[in-house]
């Protein structure tokens, strides 16, 4: 682990408060910015687009959302060609947007917000209340379509040149189903993404599905029928197989139609159930193996690959789910002490008769919103994740981290009062080994008021370059990068489900 001089004076320091409160403050101006003023250098070979949505809008004037998760999203852009970079931003206009802005309040159902109203009121609505399109976890294309996507089937499409909203993408219109993932894989050699969409009743459904990249065609791969259905906020996928890991946070699906709460909070932590690994092949979509190990919970998986007879399985674990209450937005913007990270954990899934799961930490690093080199490494064996990290014990996600995951060696890099996203990887063209390239990440910068991009070399963590944004820009979650102009961003899968 590598330490900074201003690390040191940061574990100094007892006066050190919690300015992170500023990246759940709503920001509703828009901009379209020619050229960000840069210090440092980018690389010539970026030449792309990152594409990234975030919540950026909490207080919607008769009500304030409940969570991080329900912030109304907007759409972040910054496209880099000669050494320069611009910047724009602007909302999302899904119907929960637009309601949002008429009414004044929350009018779906949303992650942890529901319409307001009298207890009898929403008690009545439960029968009618729809499912909110507020898509603020991701960006994917699909099928040439750029689209921001949330847990539910309604992907909301828009242009990646200007950001304007034009309609929805629904996700398998013909078949039954309500909430899904916003962390599509792409399979690069069949030229698809995968992914699932969850149908609650009498008895549940996981649907593992895919689309096709040329057609849009959209088919059910795999199906499994289930009691109670657990939240999956993303699955694994290596080279022949989809895996589908249930954490013990689950659901009775009658909870939905006789509680009045707001979807996630329907859901009780079950640890006794322990995991479940459903192993699913991609071809004909037969499913090899269903094993099981300690309960733990996890929101994102970094990789899966295939070893012997083993399938490795990572994901990023925290002890129990108990982070989904961390985020509530009043504990966030009272900047009260949080542990956002979890760490880096593989399971050793045996593909033969054995049901014995093995499981190693790959490191003690706290990290969340993993990335890897997705274009050379999703589905194969690999050594790098990156990820944000935590580096002053209860402070919101500080730092950016890289993580060996064959021994554990770890460099970071942090600032003090900078608070950096998701580290987005962005791959050297010119080199083929696994972590040549840069990370972009989006810092709000709490001493200054702003945000800025920042550039790292992925190798090494030092700092390449940095462009200033003209406001701070709230906390998000996923985006990715497009190796190419927005208007010509049209192939999938070099950025990754995050
Ligand atoms: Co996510």
Same mark, same amino acid.
């Given at each position: ?5 201003? *690390?040191?004076?940061q574990a100094t ?5 919690n300015?992170f409160?500023?990246g ?6 828009e901009v379209?910015?020619p050229?960000l003023?840069v210090q ?5 070979w970026?030449t792309?687009? &990152?594409?990234r ?5 909490y207080d919607?004037?008769?009500q304030?959302?409940?969570h991080?998760?329900?912030?109304l999203a907007?759409?972040h852009?910054?496209?880099?060609a000669?050494?320069?970079v611009?910047?724009a ?8 947007f637009?309601?949002?802005t ?10 942890a917000?529901d319409p307001c109203g009298? &207890?009898f009121q929403r ?7 729809r499912w909110?399109?507020n898509?603020?976890v991701?960006v994917?294309?699909?099928a040439?379509?750029?689209v921001?996507?949330t *847990?539910?089937?309604m992907?909301?499409r828009f242009d990646?040149d ?11 219109p013909d ?5 899904t993932?916003a962390? $599509?894989h792409?399979?690069r050699?069949r030229?698809?993404?995968y992914?699932?969409l969850?149908?609650f009743g009498?008895k549940?459904?996981y649907?593992l599905f895919?689309i ?6 959209q088919k059910v791969?795999?199906?499994l029928?289930?009691?109670?259905p657990?939240?999956m906020?993303?699955?694994g996928?290596?080279?022949r197989?989809?895996v589908?890991? *249930?954490?013990?946070?689950?659901v009775h $699906?009658?909870s939905f139609i006789f509680?009045c ?7 009780r932590?079950r640890?006794?159930?322990g995991?479940?690994?459903h192993v ?13 190990a300690?309960s ?6 970094v990789n899966a690959?295939?070893?012997?007879d083993?399938l490795?399985?990572?994901?990023v ?9 961390q985020l509530?937005?009043?504990r %966030?913007r009272a ?5 956002p990270?979890?760490?880096p954990?593989r399971?050793r899934? $045996? &593909? ?5 799961v093995?499981r *190693?930490?790959l490191?003690?690093t706290?990290m969340e919103l993993p ?6 490494t999703a589905?194969r064996c690999y050594r ?5 990290g935590?580096?002053r ?9 890289k993580?060996n995951?064959?021994n554990?060696q ?5 600032e003090?009062d900078a608070?950096p ?5 962005v ?5 083929q080994n696994e ?6 990440s989006v810092?709000?910068d709490?001493?200054?008021n ?6 790292l070399?992925a190798?090494?963590?030092v700092?390449v370059?940095?462009?200033?944004c003209p406001?701070?820009i709230?906390?998000?979650?996923h985006?990715?990068?497009y190796?190419a102009a927005?208007?010509e961003c049209? %192939?999938?899968g070099?950025?990754a489900?995050?």
């Open positions: 682990m590598q330490t900074s001089k201003s *690390e040191l004076r320091d007892p006066t050190s408060g300015s409160a500023l759940f403050k709503s920001l509703d101006h379209s910015v050229q003023p440092g250098k980018f690389p010539p970026l792309g687009t &990152l594409l949505v975030a919540p950026c809008k919607l004037g008769r304030t959302v409940n991080w998760f329900d912030g907007m759409l852009k910054f496209s880099f000669q050494g320069y611009s910047y931003n602007r909302f999302l206009h899904s119907d929960a637009q309601e949002a008429k009414t004044g309040g929350f009018t779906m159902r949303g992650f917000t009298t &207890l008690v009545l609505s439960k029968f009618t209340t909110t399109d898509s603020n991701n994917s294309y699909f040439r379509q750029a921001a996507l *847990e539910t089937r992907p909301v990646p200007t950001l304007e909203t034009l309609g929805h993408a629904p996700i398998l078949v039954k189903g309500v909430v993932i962390h $599509p792409y399979d050699d030229d698809c993404l992914s699932y969850l149908d009498m549940s459904r649907r895919s096709d990249n040329t057609s849009g065609a791969v795999a199906e029928k289930i009691d109670r657990a939240y906020h993303s699955f996928m290596s080279s197989y989809l589908l890991v *249930e954490f013990p946070l689950v $699906p009658l509680r709460q707001p979807f996630i909070r329907n859901y932590w640890p006794e159930r995991l479940r690994f699913f092949e991609k071809e004909g979509g037969r499913r090899v193996k269903t094993v099981e300690e733990v919970f996890a929101f994102h998986h690959y295939e070893k012997g083993e490795i399985v990572d994901f674990a925290h002890h129990d789910a108990g982070i989904i209450d509530y937005l009043a %966030l900047g009260e002490p949080i542990d990270g979890g760490r954990m399971y899934i $045996p &593909l033969g008769a054995s049901s014995h093995r *190693e930490v490191s003690d706290r990335r890897i080199d997705y274009g050379r589905g790098t994740v990156w990820g944000a935590t580096h014990p209860g402070n919101f996600i500080d730092s950016i981290v993580v995951v064959e554990g770890t460099l970071k890099w942090w003090e608070y996203g998701e580290p987005v990887f791959a050297d063209p010119n080199s972590d040549t390239g840069v990370l972009v810092v709000l709490a001493r200054r702003r945000s800025f991009l920042l550039v070399d190798t090494s963590l700092e370059a940095r462009a200033e406001h701070p709230p906390f998000g979650f985006g990715n990068y190796p927005a208007n049209r %192939l999938p070099t950025g489900p995050g």
